[in-house]
T-cell receptor, first 116, second 115 residues
Framework: DTEVTQTPKHLVMGMTNKKSLKCEQH?????MYWYKQKAKKPPELMFV???????INESVPSRFSPECPNSSLLNLHLHALQPEDSALYLC???????????????FGPGTRLLVL | AQSVTQLDSQVPVFEEAPVELRCNYS??????LFWYVQYPNQGLQLLLK??????LVKGINGFEAEFKKSETSFHLTKPSAHMSDAAEYFC?????????????FGKGTLLTVNP
């Protein structure tokens, strides 16, 4: 099973709302990632968790708050977002991190977020 | 930092015609290269990757890519396109970040397949 699941598939929120995105994998992977993808652009790395600890934060604004409650689950808490944060949010996982650069990342289908 | 360049933002082909999607990378001592495909409204799926060894890499769905160090290229090819191949294709490189690596993607190439 090489599946990464994400919920919800679609989310509409106002700028004052608080919402959360959820990502789950059962492949025993120890690294999990959040990416942001704007329309017709490549994915941009936001966060990396390794063994449930935050390893990389790509200078993401604090209105995005990641959480890794256990090795299978990754959340992204959203608060006071801006319309420009509207995008496809992708979760991914890989076997290990620190990486040796060779691991395959397995991506979920994404959550399409619209901020009004 | 490592980078990849996909010069073609869109490549139109006819069904059953050959496909070539171009990717060039910034030179480095060692480089790990990936091709991912993204179908509409879906996540990314690995097509193939080059780590070392044989420079001709075969992937899923009949795609293959050849690593050419002298040309710093990693072009993706398929002998005969199917309608189902229509998608966005991303070339990516493992980019060292301190003692770690992260994936850095090219801008993507949209493959359109016409009947």
């Amino acid at each position: 099973d090489t599946e990464v699941t994400q919920t919800p598939k679609h989310l509409v929120m106002g700028m004052t709302n608080k919402k959360s995105l959820k990502c789950e994998q059962h492949m025993g992977h120890r690294a999990m990632y959040w990416y942001k993808q704007k329309a017709k652009k490549p994915p941009e790395l936001m966060f990396v968790y390794s063994y449930e600890k935050l390893s990389i934060n790509e200078s993401v604004p604090s209105r995005f708050s990641p959480e890794c409650p256990n090795s299978s689950l990754l959340n992204l808490h959203l608060h006071a977002l801006q319309p420009e944060d509207s995008a496809l949010y992708l979760c991914a996982s890989s076997q290990e991190f620190p990486s040796n650069g060779q691991e395959t990342q397995y991506f979920g289908p994404g959550t399409r977020l619209l901020v009004l | 930092a490592q980078s990849v360049t996909q010069l073609d933002s869109q490549v139109p082909v006819f069904e059953e015609a050959p496909v070539e999607l171009r990717c060039n990378y910034s030179s480095s001592v060692s480089v790990y290269l990936f091709w991912y495909v993204q179908y509409p409204n879906q996540g990314l799926q690995l097509l193939l990757k080059y780590l070392s060894g044989s420079t001709l890499v075969k992937g899923i769905n009949g795609f293959e890519a050849e690593f050419k160090k002298s040309e710093t290229s990693f072009h993706l090819t398929k002998p005969s396109a199917h309608m189902s191949d229509a998608a966005e294709y991303f070339c990516a490189v493992s980019d060292p970040v301190g003692s770690n690596y992260k994936l850095t993607f090219g801008k993507g190439t949209l493959l359109t397949v016409n009947p």
